[in-house]
């Protein structure tokens, strides 16, 4: 009986590890079975996973063929079954050991049965073929066990504050203090060796087969003007600094004018953008850059990039991506980077409104810039709570300053709002029509500066998305893959603080559109760029611009349109003005793109060692003091406030 229970451990364990669709945290969806599979056969396909080591075979290969053979497995204890059997897991799977129940082996199997959980040890014995009807089609290993022979001690587990593979039910926080245990679950197993295959691929596909050549760039660099806050490295020279690179964005194009042609990298980059929720202070993109290239070029290739590399037990993703301009993403889904697995697109009835005398839409007309916009909620009216309705009008009001007001469409056909009663017979149709408002519908509407109304529908859009989804309505699966180009944006943007001034809306170096190249000595703002988002399921993954070759055209551009000190940047533009080619290229977020590829919620979950949303490292207590004697070299003094002095001078 009890080896009849035992059969689902691995299925068991994978559950009890990960969590479960609909029990465990969405952060820690695992990985499915079949996604665990065939990961695992992609690997042993073509690599020989026990050549150099101690084991003849891993956990999780031994198979109906091994019967018979004499093996060697390493690993760790995960569970003991009643004096029985032990559980040896490792990286590839689990295998079922047999405990030898002779007296003149007691010694041996007391040994095992007493080892900590974790502890890990070495076995032999010879592969068996399970009893009948206790094969196990859960576990990659469910047809055979291993009759132990010989055991050996590698290492003793201490006692742990919890069992390992409790581990992903608990904390966010405790799983990073612990993160060397937390690494050993299936889930972030099948996560870093996931994001390995694909890396490799992607360096196949460019290296191998497009013939980019891969170049590592300094990490210790200058400060540079825009962009996000840079990390500061003190060195050993009075008052000199350097910055730890946002992106290697002047090295690459430095590359290109040194004639490279293609270059590529794994870039780490470090940005010191404090604590903003799922951001990381160091993270990893692949950066890219070609000479004498077009956006299509650059499309087409990572394109091909990404279908190159995508995983095959996540299905077939189709190319071309789709295309979208920047306008057209505001106008029909109030953000850059529209969420297109479902619909509630913004829809525009401010011609039915023109003559409106309806009071706070009257004046939201009356500006220039005013519309009045709205978004239907398939069904809100079965869907959507009183309160839900109310929370809505709140966070309008509290993040965005935005009044709204709502129309609901009832069985009956009669439009309830609080503008009913203002609309004719005639109005009411003609919105119903114009919004294509069927029974039970919900209609947000809202009215104002079109920036802002549409900026306001946008969250509204995924705040209601949300509510939904909340209520079991499937709006955004996770297994389908909407990759979109996002192009044309603007060029410069004017500044939140002084509107008259500009500033980039990716960074100084993005080279204008041809067709409005000739308004940008005289009118900036109206100038759209050659810069492109690569965007995936509501998630920017990437960005990448045709650079400004020209000497002049980009001194003009950071002196007089961005006013920066073009002192920083005198070796770019000396090496502008010395033969430059026409380049372009673009970064894809790695850990963004792994994190929606897995199913993850958080890029925490698909880095091996991340730091927490305050940019702390809680398994090494990074960042950490640093004493006088220490800074000295570096002519550096701290300020300390008293609280914090008191606890360094404790510590």
């Known amino acids: 009986m009890y080896r009849r229970a035992a059969r689902l451990v691995w299925a068991a364990a994978t559950r009890t590890a990960v969590g479960s669709a609909s029990g465990g945290p969405a952060s820690l969806r695992a990985a499915s079975t079949t996604e665990v599979q065939a990961a695992r056969s992609r690997t042993k396909l073509s690599t020989d996973l026990n050549s150099f080591v101690l084991r003849t075979h891993t956990c999780g290969e031994l198979c109906a063929a091994h019967i018979g053979q004499e093996v060697r497995l390493c690993g760790w204890v995960q569970y003991q079954r009643q004096d029985l059997f032990i559980i040896l897991r490792d990286f590839d799977g689990l295998t079922q050991i047999v405990l030898p129940q002779e007296e003149s082996t007691a010694h041996v199997k007391k040994m095992l049965c007493e080892l900590p959980l974790e502890s890990v040890i070495s076995v032999t014995g010879t592969v068996i073929p399970r009893p009948p009807g206790q094969a196990n089609p859960e576990m990659s290993t469910g047809k055979i066990e291993v009759r132990l022979q010989h055991a050996e001690v590698m290492n003793r587990c201490r006692k742990l504050p919890f069992e390992t593979k409790e581990l992903a039910k608990k904390s966010e926080a405790l799983r990073m203090q612990h993160r060397y245990l937390d690494l050993r679950s299936p889930r972030m197993q099948y996560t870093m060796r996931l994001r390995s295959q694909m890396v490799m691929r992607m360096r196949e596909y460019l290296c191998n087969l497009h013939g980019f050549v891969d170049v590592e760039t300094p990490t210790l660099f200058k400060k540079t003007p825009g962009g996000a806050k840079e990390f500061v490295v003190p060195s050993r020279e009075p008052g000199k600094f350097y910055s730890l690179p946002q992106s290697p964005q002047q090295f690459k194009q430095l590359l290109m004018v040194g004639g490279l042609d293609r270059y590529f990298q794994v870039a780490r980059c470090y940005r010191d953008e404090g604590s903003k929720p799922d951001r990381q202070p160091e993270f990893t993109q ?287 533009l000396k090496a502008l003005d010395s033969g430059a080619p026409p380049h372009g290229g673009i970064a894809l977020g790695l850990d963004r793109l792994i994190a929606l590829t897995v199913g993850a919620s958080s890029i925490r979950d698909v880095i091996a060692f991340p730091k927490s949303f305050r940019g702390h490292d809680l398994m090494c207590n990074a960042p950490d003091f640093m004493s006088a004697e220490e800074l000295s070299p570096y002519h550096i003094q701290v300020n300390w406030p008293n609280k914090i002095h008191e606890d360094s001078t404790n510590s």
């Not at 057209?328 to 829809?347: C, L, Q």
């Open 286 to 572: 692949i950066d890219i850059e070609m000479s004498f290239v077009d956006q299509m070029g650059i499309q087409k290739l990572i394109e091909g990039l990404i279908e190159y590399s995508w995983p095959k037990e996540k299905g077939p993703i189709s190319t071309p991506f789709s295309l979208m301009t920047y306008q057209e993403a505001i106008d029909n889904y109030g953000v850059d980077k529209p969420d297109t697995r479902f619909g509630m697109k913004i829809i525009d009835v401010t011609e039915m409104f023109k003559n409106t005398e309806i009071s706070f839409l009257h004046d939201a007309l009356s500006h220039t810039s005013g519309v009045v916009r709205a978004i239907s909620i398939t069904e809100g009216a079965k869907l959507l709570k009183k309160k839900d309705l109310e929370n809505l009008m709140k966070l309008a009001k509290a993040q965005m300053n935005q009044d709204l007001t709502f129309f609901v469409l009832p069985t009956d056909g009669a439009l309830k709002s609080p503008l009913a009663k203002i609309l004719t017979n005639l109005e009411q149709l003609q919105l119903c029509q114009a919004t294509n408002l069927h029974k039970d519908d919900v209609l947000i509407l809202a009215g104002g500066d079109k920036a802002k109304v549409s900026a306001a529908l946008g969250k509204l859009r995924l705040e209601c998305a949300n509510i939904l989804e909340y209520r079991g309505i499937a709006l955004r699966d996770r297994n389908t893959f909407n990759f979109l180009w996002v192009v044309d944006f603007p060029l410069f943007l004017p500044k939140e603080e002084r509107s008259e001034e500009y500033e980039s809306a990716h960074h100084p170096f993005t080279a204008p559109h041809p067709d409005d190249a000739h308004l940008i000595y005289t009118e900036p703002g109206k100038v759209r760029s050659q810069h492109y988002d690569l965007v995936l399921n509501g998630n920017e993954i990437g960005g990448g611009s045709i650079r400004i070759h020209n000497m002049e055209l980009q001194q003009y551009v950071l002196e007089s349109i961005l006013k920066e000190d073009t002192g920083l940047l005198q070796h770019l």
